[in-house]
């Protein structure tokens, strides 16, 4: 039996009465979409609503029945039965929106309503994120809410093993390992992915979720001194346990940030007795152990869609500086001291992406930034000072942060490797 689609052009009227507060079409995500009932067949032309075969795509299995399953430790079971059902889809057909919008609409979606509580006053964010496949291809994989079950067992299962998703169900243990490793672009290596998992799944109770995001950020870093692509599981697991020499040294388990910067992935990736790239910072070459260091910077660059909405931040800022580590669309304040007088402002986390926001904006007159400028953050006890470099005013200061940026727009640093900043 062959699977059939919702047109393009009737997913583009879902979009559009969504977005446009259609009363009609908006209760339908809380009392059910049918779409025999005259309500429904008003909002279309009657030729749009007819379904489109999906390259011959053929069910393998009658409809998993996944309705009553609507905890998150329901996943990996629901997860299991997606997958198998559609086990020999194609990964062009796996990527076609028209599908999974058309399985949360029709088969799935009582799933899709009582997994994700969509209600009244759920927002149009959430209901477009779970009931569509917007955004880019790693992100939107995992925001539907039936091709999220599907994808992650694909990208798991290990036909070679006795147990054939023993990934799959590390995978859906962590919200964290999901979102550090299935959303970044080197989990689409195979190598990487299951040396990753295989990592985890003998590290899971040594290392806290905060204490894992030093090897997905130490792994996503190798990126930029080897291809990744080239690397095998065993490459992958053995890279991980340098890191966790490096980081984790015996008899402490408190990762040092602080060398993040410094790059210590140039000691973890390369032969102990080879010459290092050099990565130091004012010409001081890294030692064997990662350097202490007492004062800690969040540096980061005005662009200029920081001043068209607000500033943005790298999620190692938010996490490691800020201490912010909230679900899609929380928020957390941070005290700000600007010239002696205290701002507080908020962050957050959006809806729909891995993205954060400072809304520096809201104080922007008071603290004068402007295109280009350098904001150095520096953590204080309860809060943190913030100074502004000008390239005309500062240019001396705003010069060597400039060449310590590198060409990108944040920077993690610790004080006492630079100069003293003053405006």
């Given at each position: 039996m062959s699977i059939k689609v919702l047109s393009d052009k009737v997913i583009e009227a879902y979009e559009s009465y969504l977005i446009n507060n259609n009363?009609?079409?908006?209760k339908m995500y809380q009392k059910g979409f049918d779409l025999s009932s005259d309500p429904y067949k008003k909002l279309f032309v009657q030729e749009d609503l007819q379904f489109e075969d999906i390259n011959g795509l053929n069910m393998k299995s009658e409809i998993p029945n996944i309705t009553e399953n609507i905890k998150t430790t329901d996943d990996y079971e629901n997860s299991k039965k997606v997958f198998l059902w559609l086990k020999n889809m194609s990964l062009a057909d796996a990527n076609d929106k028209r599908l999974w919008i058309t399985l949360t609409h029709t088969y799935f979606q009582e799933y899709t309503r009582n997994r994700w509580s969509i209600q009244k006053n759920s927002s149009d964010d959430v209901i477009k994120s779970r009931y569509f496949y917007s955004g880019s291809g790693l992100q939107a994989r995992l925001r539907n809410s039936v091709s999220r079950l599907w994808w992650i067992a694909k990208l798991t299962w290990r036909p070679d093993l006795e147990d054939e998703f023993v990934f799959t169900k590390i995978a859906w243990s962590s919200q964290d390992l999901m979102q550090n490793l299935f959303e970044r672009s080197f989990c689409t290596y195979k190598g990487v992915r299951f040396g990753m998992?295989?990592?985890?799944?003998?590290?899971s109770k040594v290392y806290s979720d905060t204490e894992?995001?030093?090897f997905y950020k130490e792994l996503n870093a190798l990126g930029a001194t080897k291809p990744l692509v080239l690397m095998t599981e065993e490459d992958v697991y053995d890279f991980l346990k340098k890191v966790e020499k490096l980081f984790y040294p015996q008899n402490s388990r408190k990762a040092d940030y602080s060398t993040f910067k410094v790059k210590a992935i140039a000691r973890a990736a390369e032969p102990e007795k080879e010459n290092y790239p050099d990565s130091s910072i004012n010409g001081e070459k890294l030692k064997e152990q990662p350097l202490q260091y007492e004062r800690r910077l969040?540096?980061?660059?005005?662009?200029a869609q920081d001043i068209e909405r607000t500033p943005s931040i790298s999620k190692d800022a938010a996490v490691i500086f800020f201490n912010f580590n909230k679900d899609y669309g929380e928020v957390s304040y941070a005290n700000l001291l600007y010239r002696g007088i205290e701002k507080m402002v908020s962050i957050k986390k959006r809806k729909t992406r891995s993205e954060y926001r400072i809304f520096l904006n809201q104080i922007r007159s008071s603290l004068g930034f402007d295109l280009h400028d350098i904001i150095v953050f520096e953590k204080k006890n309860d809060g943190y000072s913030v100074k502004i470099l000008n390239k005309e005013r500062d240019w001396k200061s705003y010069s060597e942060f400039e060449s310590f940026l590198a060409g990108e727009n944040h920077l993690l640093m610790n004080q006492n490797c630079l100069n003293e900043v003053s405006n």
């Amino acid at each position: 039996m062959s699977i059939k689609v919702l047109s393009d052009k009737v997913i583009e009227a879902y979009e559009s009465y969504l977005i446009n507060n259609n009363k009609t079409f908006r209760k339908m995500y809380q009392k059910g979409f049918d779409l025999s009932s005259d309500p429904y067949k008003k909002l279309f032309v009657q030729e749009d609503l007819q379904f489109e075969d999906i390259n011959g795509l053929n069910m393998k299995s009658e409809i998993p029945n996944i309705t009553e399953n609507i905890k998150t430790t329901d996943d990996y079971e629901n997860s299991k039965k997606v997958f198998l059902w559609l086990k020999n889809m194609s990964l062009a057909d796996a990527n076609d929106k028209r599908l999974w919008i058309t399985l949360t609409h029709t088969y799935f979606q009582e799933y899709t309503r009582n997994r994700w509580s969509i209600q009244k006053n759920s927002s149009d964010d959430v209901i477009k994120s779970r009931y569509f496949y917007s955004g880019s291809g790693l992100q939107a994989r995992l925001r539907n809410s039936v091709s999220r079950l599907w994808w992650i067992a694909k990208l798991t299962w290990r036909p070679d093993l006795e147990d054939e998703f023993v990934f799959t169900k590390i995978a859906w243990s962590s919200q964290d390992l999901m979102q550090n490793l299935f959303e970044r672009s080197f989990c689409t290596y195979k190598g990487v992915r299951f040396g990753m998992l295989r990592f985890y799944k003998d590290n899971s109770k040594v290392y806290s979720d905060t204490e894992f995001r030093i090897f997905y950020k130490e792994l996503n870093a190798l990126g930029a001194t080897k291809p990744l692509v080239l690397m095998t599981e065993e490459d992958v697991y053995d890279f991980l346990k340098k890191v966790e020499k490096l980081f984790y040294p015996q008899n402490s388990r408190k990762a040092d940030y602080s060398t993040f910067k410094v790059k210590a992935i140039a000691r973890a990736a390369e032969p102990e007795k080879e010459n290092y790239p050099d990565s130091s910072i004012n010409g001081e070459k890294l030692k064997e152990q990662p350097l202490q260091y007492e004062r800690r910077l969040y540096i980061k660059k005005i662009v200029a869609q920081d001043i068209e909405r607000t500033p943005s931040i790298s999620k190692d800022a938010a996490v490691i500086f800020f201490n912010f580590n909230k679900d899609y669309g929380e928020v957390s304040y941070a005290n700000l001291l600007y010239r002696g007088i205290e701002k507080m402002v908020s962050i957050k986390k959006r809806k729909t992406r891995s993205e954060y926001r400072i809304f520096l904006n809201q104080i922007r007159s008071s603290l004068g930034f402007d295109l280009h400028d350098i904001i150095v953050f520096e953590k204080k006890n309860d809060g943190y000072s913030v100074k502004i470099l000008n390239k005309e005013r500062d240019w001396k200061s705003y010069s060597e942060f400039e060449s310590f940026l590198a060409g990108e727009n944040h920077l993690l640093m610790n004080q006492n490797c630079l100069n003293e900043v003053s405006n």
